[in-house]
């Protein structure tokens, strides 16, 4: 399983600069890496390169040797930092679950979601309990590639461990790839087999 980035520019249409420029980055799902960057450094835009969240920019990423589709599930699923973002604010948690998959009840178990959150609207819950309703969505059965952008940011050290307990359990066990994304270097020490530098990719 392979996930490549291949000259990679990007720069947002109202910005006279490149965010990103040339990068060049191969992954794949023997090893959980780490990608270090500061906040502002173009990090999370990178992310949605490769996750197929932004499709107009400069280069090509392949997975499996196949460009990303376009429509339809996305085998490289990407997981924000603020997951009140992406959740339709009208939709009770069950069914912003049930639009990526069906959840069975040992799933929700691992990730401490309680049933009673199924019933209620985004807002009405924690950062910390809709994190690991985010998380849970992008661990789709048909995820191959994880991608989670400073996921854990905002979350209380304990709730931290929980999460990315969970992850790391569900990706060896399904053999999936996972970038870490963070600013935080002793996160990363700890969670990570590898790590990369965002600067030492970033050609600006």
């Not at 959740?87 to 990526?100: C, F, G, I, Y």
Request: glycine content about 6%; proline content about 3%; charged content about 30%.
């Amino acid at each position: 399983m392979k996930l490549k980035a291949e000259n990679i520019s990007f720069k947002y249409p109202s910005a006279k600069d490149y965010i990103l420029k040339d990068i060049n980055l191969e992954l794949d799902n023997k090893k959980i890496i780490g990608l270090i960057g500061d906040s502002g450094s173009g990090k999370s835009t990178l992310c949605k390169i490769l996750s197929g969240h932004i499709q107009k920019y400069e280069g090509e990423v392949k997975f499996n040797d196949e460009k990303l589709p376009n429509k339809g599930f996305k085998p490289v699923q990407l997981i924000y930092q603020h997951p009140e973002k992406v959740m339709n604010p009208k939709w009770k948690m069950d069914k912003v679950l049930s639009e990526s998959w069906d959840v069975d009840d040992a799933t929700l178990s691992e990730f401490g979601i309680q049933k009673s959150w199924l019933t209620r609207f985004p807002q009405e819950l924690s950062g910390g309990e809709l994190q690991r309703f985010s998380v849970l969505r992008a661990v789709n059965p048909k995820t191959q590639f994880l991608i989670a952008d400073e996921m854990t940011t905002m979350l209380d050290a304990i709730t931290q461990v929980q999460i990315l307990d969970s992850v790391i359990k569900i990706v060896k066990q399904r053999d999936m790839g996972f970038l870490l994304v963070s600013h935080d270097m002793d996160l990363v020490d700890t969670i990570c087999d590898d790590k990369i530098y965002f600067k030492d990719i970033n050609g600006i």
